[in-house]
């Protein structure tokens, strides 16, 4: 039982089961469900806090107890959405439901092919949590209960970083899925161990989680040790031509042209003059000063 105070509930938790919602997979044989508050509180950016309520499969998945998971996870929605809904006397749901549709590594493997951003991941290592959301009101002056449409609305859902995995060394991203797999990924962001992506459309998400591979840092799309490489042929391609020049390329200075800009003491001999030269110079001097 639920009773509403404004932008705020309380509830007394029960464990019940209810028949599944609709939804484009078919989901697993009815597990018992976690009933969360629902409607919670208003951020400080103004959106409306709906916490989630879970059948035990989905709790499992993640390896949470049930309020440390009910604490982590929760969906976001402008008022005005809120507002078109619902009454004084409604709340809603976030539900999320396990689904018996198994995401295989070939779908993974042909979802990211050809995507840089996570081709650099290997399928059979992907953690996968395969999920039926929806979102449900229950309004108590009608004493009805049921699914709604977010018609277009965009939402933000969040959920914990599954607690038998380390967030560094996984990168996490949210997908739709149907029967023929995943058929597209979602704006998804980790900020302090919580997973938040966005969707317009509740139904069938699968939560992935791709194993780093070592020396991989998130968001650089490239791995570091390949990095270093580059850097380091760069490096060492600079060098190969600078010494080309030097010993190669470059062509000396000609000894007259440089005695011709100036007298001859002005012209070191570290620049290369040949002695030949200095000594032909001195002999014009003599021949001039006898003449």
Same mark, same amino acid.
């Given at each position: 039982?639920?009773?509403?105070?404004?932008?705020?509930? @309380?509830?007394?938790?029960?464990?019940?089961?209810?028949?599944?919602?609709? %939804?484009?997979?078919?989901?697993?044989?009815?597990?018992?469900?976690?009933?969360?508050?629902?409607?919670?509180?208003?951020?400080?950016?103004?959106? /409306?806090?709906?916490n989630?309520?879970?059948?035990?499969?989905?709790?499992?998945?993640?390896?949470? #107890?049930s309020?440390?998971?009910?604490s982590?996870?929760? +969906?976001?929605? #402008?008022?005005?959405? *809120?507002?078109?809904?619902?009454?004084?006397?409604?709340?809603?749901y976030?539900?999320?439901?396990?689904?018996? +549709?198994?995401?295989?590594?070939?779908?993974?493997?042909?979802?990211? #092919?050809? @995507?840089?951003?996570? #081709?650099?991941?290997?399928?059979?290592?992907?953690?996968?949590?395969? +999920?039926?959301?929806?979102?449900?009101?229950?309004? @108590?002056?009608?004493?009805?209960?049921?699914?709604?449409?977010?018609?277009?609305?965009?939402?933000?859902?969040?959920?914990?970083?599954? @607690?038998?995995?380390?967030?560094?060394? *996984?990168?996490?991203?949210?997908?739709?899925?149907?029967?023929?797999?995943?058929?597209?990924?979602?704006?998804?962001?980790?900020?302090?161990?919580?997973?938040?992506?966005?969707?317009?459309?509740?139904?069938?998400?699968?939560?992935?989680?791709?194993?780093?591979?070592?020396?991989?840092?998130?968001?650089?799309?490239?791995?570091?040790?390949?990095?270093? +490489?580059?850097?380091?042929?760069?490096?060492?391609? %600079?060098?190969?031509?600078?010494?080309? *020049? /030097?010993?190669?390329?470059?062509?000396?200075?000609?000894?007259?042209?440089?005695?011709?800009?100036?007298?001859?003491k002005?012209?070191?001999?570290?620049?290369?003059?040949?002695?030949?030269v200095?000594?032909?110079?001195?002999?014009?001097?003599?021949?001039?000063?006898?003449?």
């Amino acid at each position: 039982p639920t009773t509403s105070r404004g932008s705020t509930t @309380k509830t007394v938790k029960t464990t019940t089961t209810i028949e599944k919602t609709a %939804a484009p997979t078919s989901a697993k044989a009815t597990l018992p469900i976690v009933w969360g508050p629902g409607t919670t509180s208003v951020t400080p950016e103004g959106l /409306i806090a709906i916490n989630l309520s879970f059948d035990t499969g989905v709790l499992n998945a993640f390896n949470y #107890s049930s309020k440390d998971f009910e604490s982590r996870s929760r +969906m976001l929605v #402008s008022s005005e959405f *809120y507002k078109s809904i619902t009454d004084s006397t409604s709340v809603l749901y976030l539900l999320a439901q396990s689904s018996d +549709m198994e995401i295989t590594d070939q779908q993974i493997s042909e979802a990211i #092919s050809g @995507k840089s951003k996570y #081709s650099l991941f290997h399928p059979e290592e992907t953690l996968r949590i395969p +999920m039926n959301l929806s979102l449900v009101i229950n309004n @108590k002056s009608l004493n009805t209960v049921g699914p709604v449409s977010l018609d277009g609305e965009e939402a933000v859902v969040e959920l914990p970083v599954p @607690k038998s995995v380390k967030a560094s060394k *996984y990168t996490f991203v949210a997908a739709e899925f149907g029967k023929d797999g995943i058929t597209s990924f979602l704006d998804t962001s980790v900020e302090d161990g919580i997973i938040k992506f966005k969707t317009k459309n509740l139904s069938s998400v699968v939560l992935l989680g791709f194993k780093n591979p070592v020396g991989y840092r998130s968001g650089s799309k490239i791995l570091t040790p390949s990095l270093i +490489m580059i850097i380091i042929g760069l490096v060492l391609l %600079a060098s190969a031509f600078v010494l080309l *020049y /030097i010993f190669f390329l470059r062509k000396p200075r000609e000894g007259a042209e440089i005695l011709d800009s100036g007298d001859s003491k002005s012209a070191p001999l570290a620049d290369g003059v040949p002695l030949g030269v200095l000594l032909n110079k001195d002999n014009d001097n003599e021949e001039d000063l006898t003449k």
